[in-house]
């Protein structure tokens, strides 16, 4: 299986600042077609996952665009331009190229 | 409103099994895959297999095979879960996630429409 990992494992935040978040594959995620089979996922505390970005860097419906993903091939980085109160919770990355679908261990995020 | 709704949290003893159940509403039922997902506490998502409702066929993840089933009830528009030969180490939230097609230049495949999950006890 993929082997996802991601850092740093949790990350305090000043309202307003920016934030990264990095994820590694064990694998190169780059499918022949040219794109990257890499999702990104927050989960809101006492809540579901959440779709933010799929294929590396689509922001998913209703994303607000202070959140990108950028990266290739085995290193990916999701981005908050400025990190607001609704943002806290766990950051997941997923890679989507093979099954079993495997998921980073995540990273929490609070703000200070 | 597209919705995954999940039956209740289940507490079982280790050797049972559990049936988990997912009611999509608010979509065709069978145009959508439905994912399958745990969560330990504090650990990542676990994914565990998927299901095509329209035909009932399933890919299980090798960790699962033998103690996983996923079945579907087309007329209730429901997918289940059930897992057996229960350990501790199955206490988890499990979620349903619908498997959703959008086209670029290519098809790809994003889980966007979760359950809101259902909590598994296994406990002597």
């Known amino acids: 299986d993929i082997v996802m990992t991601q850092s740093p494992l949790s990350l305090s935040v000043t309202p307003g600042e920016p934030a990264s978040i990095s994820c590694r594959s064990s694998?190169?995620?780059?499918?022949?077609?040219?794109?990257?089979?890499l999702d990104w996922f927050l989960q809101k505390p006492g809540q579901s996952p959440q779709l933010l970005i799929y294929l590396g860097s689509n922001r998913a419906s209703g994303v607000p665009d202070r959140f990108s993903g950028s990266g290739s091939g085995t290193d990916f980085t999701l981005k908050i331009s400025r990190v607001e109160a609704e943002d806290v919770g766990v950051y997941f990355c997923?890679?989507?190229?093979?099954?079993?679908?495997?998921f980073g261990q995540g990273t929490k995020v609070d703000v200070k | 409103q597209v919705r995954l709704v999940q039956s209740g949290a289940e507490v079982r003893k280790p050797g049972a099994s559990v049936k988990v159940s997912c009611k999509a509403s608010?979509?065709?039922?069978?145009?959508?895959?439905v994912q399958w997902v745990r969560q330990a506490p504090g650990q990542g998502p676990e994914w565990m297999g998927i299901?095509?409702?329209?035909?009932?066929?399933?890919i299980y993840a090798q960790k699962f095979q033998g103690r996983i089933t996923l079945t579907r009830d087309t007329s209730a528009s429901t997918v289940y879960m059930e897992l057996g030969s229960l350990r501790s180490e199955d206490t988890a939230v499990y979620y349903c996630?619908?498997?959703?097609?959008?086209?670029?230049?290519?098809?790809?495949?994003?889980?966007?429409?979760w359950g809101k999950g259902t909590t598994v006890t296994v406990s002597s």
């Open positions: 996630a619908r498997r959703t097609p959008v086209v670029l230049d290519i098809t790809y495949h994003y889980m966007d429409i």
């Open positions: 608010g979509y065709s039922f069978n145009d959508y895959y």
């Open positions: 694998q190169n995620l780059l499918h022949r077609n040219g794109h990257n089979y």
């Open positions: 997923m890679q989507a190229l093979e099954t079993p679908r495997t």
């Open positions: 299901i095509n409702p329209n035909v009932g066929s399933t």
